[in-house]
């Protein structure tokens, strides 16, 4: 895997997100400004989960889909590099549909559940 270029940056979670299942996983905003998994799929995405320290309320770092950049993902599915891909509804990366905010194109593949690198859009819909 390459290196990731985008910049990381300090949110604070809206539940405990410090489970390694969680790391690289979509996340939105939720109220008070806080992140949490995204729980629709194609929903903007706000960015994507590096780590979080243990508990609700507490620090995450983020790599903010808005400032472009490589970044890691967690993939939902069975997916091509080069494939258009959006957040899901567990906050995996999913193949993006009609309707749904695209968040990056993959630099590498992989199968459900492997981290892959991805090249991070600001968002649009397909």
Excluded: H
Aim: proline content about 2%; hydrophobic content about 40%; overall charge neutral.
């Amino acid at each position: 895997m390459a290196n990731v270029t985008a910049t990381p940056e300090t949110r604070i979670t809206a539940a405990d997100l410090s489970a390694s299942t969680n790391c690289f996983l979509f996340v939105e905003l939720t109220a008070a400004n806080t992140v949490g998994v995204t729980n629709t799929a194609g929903e903007p995405a706000y960015g994507i989960l590096e780590y979080a320290k243990s508990g609700t309320g507490a620090a995450a770092s983020v790599w903010p889909l808005s400032r472009g950049g490589t970044a890691r993902v967690k993939l939902g599915a069975t997916l091509s590099a080069g494939a258009e891909v959006c957040a899901g509804a567990d906050g995996r990366a999913i193949a993006t549909s009609t309707g749904y905010r695209v968040s990056g194109r993959l630099i590498t593949g992989g199968v459900a559940n492997d981290v892959v690198e991805i090249d991070i859009y600001q968002g649009r819909v397909v």
